[in-house]
């Protein structure tokens, strides 16, 4: 398949993306994690829901917290630019015979929840709760210092039918990974905000989120992270890096939250702001785009993912066997 | 003066800064500083120009080095979204009173000329021959490792005027000093890529250019620039820093080139991406804006600055006294 | 005056610089300082001392904070190899017409109590009591991560007898600065524990303290610290840095505690352990001796110094002018 | 066996490791890996030897590049205090029942040939040609800017009888690893010079040299060389890391040059300089003291090193088995 044509003029005008509300057991033990460990910053927290931000963030929340028995992934946030993009939006998505509605959400303005192509759970809004800036707080850091969540990466089941989909959203493709035996995507990253991605697909059962990313400033930051977790009770929640990606060039962490949810600790992509910014192909059997320096991922990071709440798992149309550690 | 409202739907759609050229007097010691010390790389050569890039971008310049006797700024460019922006932008200036002019640039496409209200030159083009990518060349990274281009700052004889300008232009207001006896601003910073800044203003002698900043990866490339240069007779060619800005609060370093032209290396400030993201602002008596940890700049960093070949220079209408090293 | 020759067989073996004991005004205020802000862990506290240790230290103290009226300092400390050298130290010092006491010192073996020849209490040991390892508990690691205490700096009315004094215990000189006038040092420095330095001195009303160097493990750890003070507080308390001294190749921080005794943060300098390294000499109109990257040093930092409790402060023998920030 | 006393008074004074001699054989190949990728700096050249330095060295040479058909080491080399310790320590081997002879060695004084009690042949000397210093010369540096060696690892098949050895020589134990099984040393770490080793041991078959460390300055550097490495052709020259050691707390890389000689990039270790510094014990079970962070080793790594000339390589005494990735 031909790479998609940047789509200059979307129906609709994306921001970024922005939150990502997770269920999970135990709101204790996740604050542990993402407050006490990461050092994200709580902004709002009850007995069923905890809201956190990151350090340079004025928006009242990138991750939502809520406490329940499935640890799934409720919705996939984005912020659009004016208000009159979201009625732009369900316009957009009805033509596509995807179910809308507005939905009420605390901390935001109206608020539309629909569905991508494949089920996944979005929600779009155009204002949400501003708060003081912490960002010059030093005596607040913590942890890796997170300061904006970055990017979500989701298992598609077709690749390319997703990069199409994002792509009439106004998403730009930035690189990809192609199957050279069928010419289809196996990967894709694609950007709103000027970095090399706010979504990434990557063949898989799917639907499923793979990771939610969250920036740091230096690799220092994430080496910080690895000696906490490894000497605070969190060395199993270690999944995969430190390591240099190929693909995005990014200096990255994988680790895993109480209830599985995989967290990608990430910094040093590149700007892409150009409208004629070129995407960068890259073989799948090249082990470095993966990562550059060559350690494999293990099988756990391929395999493994959270699910969206009523949305049916299915296998990926696309076979071919992902370069794993033996 | 209330500051402006951003400007969402402006007349025409600027991308980002592009670059700039300099009227240098001998090519070799100016390449000797870029090249060797500062590690940008060369993308073309002949006896009366050079030009560079740095290490992430795709475009053939960010930086034109021209040989002549006057060390000028003979342009301010800028990328815009669409050919068809060019235009608008023309039939914009034209109704500011100001005149225009389609010049032939080499490696660019069609390219506008025109000047700000202050005079200030600026060229406006949608496409740059696009180069091979150099980002993951790791051997040939050099000094302070240059990642892009980041922002001109100009002085301005009247900032609140400057920024009516922009903002109209569509650059949208991050950070500003009030002179709180007045009500004006001291200085200004705009941005459309979505960080804290492509264009910024401050009160002074003008229209002058302050200085081109080059975003770098971490702190530490900052260090090792400093201990290159003060080792292979750059030591006079360093002019303030390092600190950090509580403005954008990035780690930054302030040098000169051999003709003067002051470079700003530059790392660390944060994402401005949300239309209604507010600015922040400074009072002109917080020593703390400029320098976070507290350090006077020298006199010549308030007083010098590269002028624009025959515009006048004059007085800036708002007098106040900054801060100075005592 | 010719540099004098290592000391290869000294009187009796000093391992390294030990602890110093600082009287302070008011314990709360200083262990925000020491504590909240730089990092050092406490060991022992009662309403009278606190006393703290860095992050690989096993040692129970390297600051004693006491409370007091006059910000003094009542002794720097040194570790001796065996007990049989604090014998053939009370000696030494006998045999130099210096006053020598056996002193109780909690959490310390047997310890001799005496001074200089500039009459600085001097206290020798040989045991300190142990404490459990807290290198690798990274989640108490604070402020600037402080690893250890590293040196002395001292005041000395004749830098050319203080060495002679020093290299007879065995301190090996590293670098020295010369006023080529006079040919007599202006300051130096020497060691015992194998980097440049576990004492330094420099030319100047004395005796004094001029400052206690702590070691970190980069510079970025001092960027840290300074985010924190200038955002809590102590942005007074940052007197010079940060930059690298020619001297030492250390990377530095000076910052004053809440009594405006002097800390030095410090990184970077290199291994000495041959016993034929060869001392570096500097010329006291080279600028770039005190800092490579050439911004000049506060007056403070050149005048303001730490007095020993009873010990008359004389002008210096040697005249000559410190380049100071004009 | 209970863990050796520090021999505080050993029969000669050694002062630290100092090089060692490989046989490589393309002398351009290895050029190009030791200095074009690493960074160390020629200080001889001919055709049949290349002497190295790294950058805060005075000393000639830290490493010995010498052609041949056999990639063996050919000696490891270490520095004596004075020139009279050669004599003691001629005794102390001839004592031991170990061969002893005076050899001439370029750009050094009187150096004495001997080996170890497992063959491992050592040589010693007083002297060593001093070289100008280097250190600040910043446009030198390159690679990961090596600053100088720091140990030796040695496959020994009785680890308790080779720190037995070494202890008598005046090394001090500072971590271990014990089977718990059967009582018995795993793996030793001994210094002289003040930081966790000079020297260390580990189970397996013997004698071989398993890796020469190099110190660097931060963990960023071994990022670059990585970067650096992974981009030029030697992506299969990575063998281990980047990582944190449990034992010695060290962020490291091990690498293997054009001939499989290995080579670990290190830094951040602790001082070890006070002589009751108690030696850490770690369980042969604990993974984390091999790799912090959790990632298990390959199995090169455990099996793979490099012999020296003549001496025959034996399966170690102890039996037991490391962790290996699966």
Tied chains: 1, 2, 3, 4.
């Excluded at 269920?23 to 050092?39: E, H, I, P, Q, R």
Aim: aromatic share 12%; charged share 25%; glycine share 8%.
């Amino acid at each position: 398949m031909p790479e998609p044509k940047p789509n200059l003029y979307p129906a609709f005008n994306i921001v970024r993306l922005s939150h990502v509300e997770f269920v999970v057991k135990d709101l204790a033990a996740s604050k542990a994690f993402y407050v006490d460990t990461l050092g994200l910053q709580v902004t709002h927290e009850d007995g069923e829901r905890v809201c956190l931000r990151a350090m340079e963030e004025r928006g009242h929340h990138c991750i939502v917290l809520k406490k329940g028995a499935e640890p799934v992934a409720n919705v996939l946030g984005f912020k659009v630019y004016q208000e009159e993009e979201l009625d732009k939006a369900k316009t957009w998505f009805e033509g596509k015979g995807l179910k809308t509605s507005w939905v009420e959400r605390p901390h935001q303005g109206r608020t539309l929840r629909t569905t991508d192509h494949q089920g996944i759970p979005l929600e779009f809004y155009f204002q949400m709760e501003r708060l003081p800036r912490i960002h010059q707080k030093y005596a607040l850091y913590r942890g890796v210092k997170p300061l904006r969540i970055d990017h979500f990466n989701m298992f598609s089941t077709n690749v390319d039918r997703s990069v199409e989909f994002y792509n009439e959203m106004g998403f730009r493709l930035t690189e990809y990974t192609e199957d050279a035996q069928t010419g289809k995507m196996w990967a894709a990253w694609m950007h709103r905000k000027g970095g090399v991605h706010d979504v990434a697909f990557t063949n898989g059962r799917g639907p499923r989120l793979h990771h939610t990313a969250f920036w740091v400033p230096t690799p220092l930051n994430i080496i910080d992270l690895l000696d906490l977790m490894s000497t605070t009770g969190y060395l199993a929640n270690i999944e995969r890096g430190p390591g240099r990606h190929g693909i995005s060039n990014a200096f990255f962490l994988y680790i895993r939250d109480p209830d599985g949810h995989r967290i990608e600790i990430y910094c040093s992509d590149y700007q892409t702001v150009d409208p004629d910014h070129e995407p960068i192909k890259w073989d799948l059997k090249d082990p470095q785009r993966q990562t550059l320096w060559g350690a494999p991922a293990p099988k756990s990071w391929f395999e493994e993912g959270t699910t969206f709440p009523g949305v049916a798992v299915t296998e990926p149309e696309l076979k071919a066997q992902p370069i794993v550690a033996p």
